[in-house]
Nanobody, 124 residues
Framework: QGHLVESGGGLVQAGGSLRLSCAASQRTFSRYAMGWFRQAPGAEREFVASVTWRGAISDYADSVKGRFTISRDNAKNTAYLQMNSLKPEDTAVYYC?????????????????WGQGTQVTVSS
């Protein structure tokens, strides 16, 4: 059974940066593609970024391209989301998720395990 724990959220001014971390308990973490999703109040959960199990290939939502970077350290069983040039519209609860196999997905339904989420609030 997998277990994911996000950290690093908080309150930041527009233009600022945050780095989210996702610590995984799975001993086979390196065999999972990882993704980040977010959900703003009253909105559906949306794809943010994803990365293959060795970190070779990543994908991003258009709204965050050039500002966010997903990465992973398989030796530490941890995935990261570096968020720069934050905007008020980035305010949401951010979730990390793990998907068995190398191929990543932009669909939340493809992921097997989810963290509890971490709040990111960007003030204008």
């Amino acid at each position: 059974q997998g277990h994911l724990v996000e950290s690093g959220g908080g309150l930041v001014q527009a233009g600022g940066s945050l780095r989210l971390s996702c610590a995984a308990s799975q001993r086979t973490f390196s065999r999972y593609a990882m993704g980040w999703f977010r959900q703003a109040p009253g909105a559906e959960r949306e794809f943010v970024a994803s990365v293959t199990w060795r970190g070779a290939i990543s994908d991003y939502a258009d709204s965050v391209k050039g500002r966010f970077t997903i990465s992973r350290d398989n030796a530490k069983n941890t995935a990261y989301l570096q968020m720069n040039s934050l905007k008020p519209e980035d305010t949401a609860v951010y979730y990390c998720a793990a998907k068995g196999g190398n191929l990543y997905s932009t669909s939340s339904g493809a992921y097997d395990y989810w963290g509890q989420g971490t709040q990111v609030t960007v003030s204008s």
